[in-house]
C-alpha cells in the first residue's frame, strides 16, 4: 500500500420507508446485513470469494442499542463474509456514514488501506426504552440476589418514582429543543417563508419520482430480500396545493415547517465503497466512481446560534482551501433534514457578511446556483435513517457525477445534531 488518492464508489442500500411500517420487524442487524452481502457479491462489489481483500469495513448507527456496540463488527459478522476483516463502528448523528467514509478515506490516503466498506443504518421501529438509574440497579441485583427470597425482597425495594422510563426523542440534550424547533427559530431568523420551503419539497419528490424513481435502482442485487422493493416515501402525486394545507409540525402559533417539508422518521441501510487506485482493480471495472478531494467539519453553539447551519462553515472553509466559488461546483447534494435548513444553508453561502464573520472568506462566495441542488431528490422525499444518510448521498453523487464531464465537480454536505455540519468535495473521473 501507498499514500494516493481516495475514490467513492456506490453501493447498494435497502428500501427506506417510514417508522413503523413495512420493514418495523427487521433490526439495524437484519437490515444491514443483506445490504452488506448483496454489496460484496454484486455486481457493486469484488464478490463473495474476495471479501477477505477489504481491508476495512466502517458502519454505523445513532440510535443506541442495549445489544450491539460495535456496529461495524456485528453487521460484518452477521453478513456470513469472512471473519478476518476489521470493522468497526462510528456515529456522528446524521452524518454517520459520511463520517464512515471520510474517516476510510483518511486511511486509504495515508497508505493503510486499498478498499473500505463504508455505510450505516437506522431501524427508528426499534428504538429502544429505557428505564431510571434506580429502577436498572434493583433489577440487576434482582438478578444477582442467589436465591428467590432475596430476589423478592429486592424487587420489593422499588418505589414508584424509579418506574420513570426514558423515550429517546429527536431532541438536542444541551437545549431542549427539537431539530424541528431549531430548524424553525433558523427559517425565522434568516426570513425563509413557507411558500419557498413547499416549493423546495415538491421539488425534491419530483426529482425522486422522475422515471418511476428508477435514479438509484436496484436498491438490492435481490429485491425480494424485503418485503418491499422501492422507497415507499416519495410522492408523484403531491403538489403545492396539498403541502400548502399542511398544518405546521413544530410551532402551532405561527410555524412553517410540516411533514411535508421535513424529512420523515425512517427505516433503512446504506452501502458505498472508499478504494485506493490500487483498491479500484478489485472492484468491477465498470461501477462508477469519483475521486473524494477533500472534506471538512465544522460545528457551532446550539445555544448561539442556528443548530444546523455548521455545513454552511465547512462548505466555505473547503471551497477557500481550494480557491473556488458556489459556481465551480457543478452538482450541490445537500441532506434535507428540513427544506428550511437547505434553503437557509444557501442563504449563508450567499451572505458576504456572514461568511466574513464565521469563515476564512471575505469576498463572498458568488450567488448559489439553486437548480444544482439535489437532482434526483432528498432526504425530505427519499427519508431518512439517520445513519443511512450519508451513504445514500454519496453513492447518489457519484452515480449523478458518472453522467457529467471529467472533471466535474461536487460537493455533498451533512447537518447533524449537536451543532455540526461535515461536507466532502467530489470530482468526476
Not at 454505523?60 to 459478522?77: C, K, M, Q, Y
Amino acid at each position: 500500500m501507498k499514500s494516493g488518492s481516495a475514490y467513492v464508489l456506490p453501493g447498494l442500500r435497502s428500501p427506506f420507508v417510514k417508522m413503523d411500517r413495512e420493514l418495523a420487524r427487521l433490526d439495524g442487524l437484519a437490515l444491514s446485513a443483506p445490504v452488506i452481502q448483496q454489496t460484496v457479491a454484486g455486481d457493486r462489489g469484488p464478490g463473495r470469494e474476495a471479501a477477505g481483500r477489504i481491508d476495512l469495513v466502517v458502519w454505523g448507527a445513532v440510535i443506541p442499542s442495549l445489544t450491539v456496540s460495535n456496529w461495524g463488527r456485528e453487521v460484518w459478522l452477521d453478513s456470513g463474509l469472512d471473519p478476518g476483516v476489521p470493522a468497526q463502528g462510528i456515529v456522528q448523528a446524521c452524518a454517520t456514514s459520511l463520517a464512515a467514509a471520510t474517516h476510510a478515506a483518511g486511511q486509504v490516503r495515508a497508505g493503510r488501506a486499498d478498499l473500505a466498506l463504508c455505510g450505516g443504518v437506522e431501524s427508528m421501529s426499534h428504538t429502544q426504552i429505557g428505564l431510571s438509574q434506580g429502577l436498572s440497579r434493583k433489577i440487576r441485583r434482582a438478578g444477582r440476589a442467589g436465591s428467590f427470597p432475596r430476589m423478592v425482597r429486592t424487587l420489593g425495594g422499588i418505589r414508584p418514582r424509579d418506574l420513570r422510563i426514558s423515550t429517546p426523542a429527536v431532541a438536542e440534550r444541551t437545549t431542549g429543543k427539537t431539530m424541528g424547533q431549531h430548524a424553525e427559530e433558523m427559517a425565522r431568523e434568516w426570513g425563509i417563508p413557507r411558500e419557498e420551503q413547499d416549493r423546495f419539497a415538491l421539488a425534491s419528490h419530483e426529482g425522486a419520482t422522475r422515471d418511476e424513481g428508477t435514479f438509484f435502482r436496484p436498491l438490492l442485487v435481490n429485491p425480494g430480500t424485503f418485503s418491499v422493493d422501492r422507497d415507499t416515501l416519495p410522492r408523484a402525486d403531491t403538489s403545492l396545493e396539498k403541502l400548502a394545507g399542511l398544518r405546521p409540525a413544530f410551532s402551532r402559533s405561527a410555524g412553517t415547517l410540516t411533514a411535508g417539508n421535513s424529512s420523515p422518521l425512517t427505516d433503512g441501510a446504506a452501502a458505498c465503497w472508499v478504494a485506493s487506485e490500487s483498491g479500484l482493480s478489485t472492484l468491477p471495472d465498470a461501477l462508477p466512481r469519483a475521486r473524494l478531494i477533500d472534506w471538512a467539519q465544522a460545528a457551532i453553539d446550539p445555544q448561539r446560534e442556528g443548530l444546523l447551519i455548521a455545513p454552511a462553515i465547512g462548505i466555505a472553509a473547503l471551497l477557500h482551501r481550494h480557491g473556488l466559488s458556489l459556481d465551480d461546483i457543478g452538482l450541490w447534494e445537500i441532506h434535507e433534514a428540513f427544506a428550511a435548513q437547505v434553503l437557509c444553508t444557501v442563504a449563508a453561502l450567499e451572505s458576504r457578511e456572514w461568511l466574513a464573520t464565521r469563515s476564512p472568506v471575505t469576498d463572498g462566495l458568488g450567488a448559489f446556483p439553486r437548480e444544482r441542488i439535489n437532482p434526483n431528490g432528498g432526504s425530505v422525499a427519499v427519508g431518512h435513517p439517520f445513519g443511512a444518510t450519508g451513504a445514500r448521498i454519496l453513492s447518489q453523487t457519484v452515480l449523478e457525477l458518472a453522467e457529467r464531464p471529467a472533471g466535474t465537480r461536487a460537493i455533498v454536505s451533512v447537518c447533524a445534531a449537536g451543532g455540526l455540519g461535515h461536507v466532502a468535495l467530489l470530482e468526476a473521473v
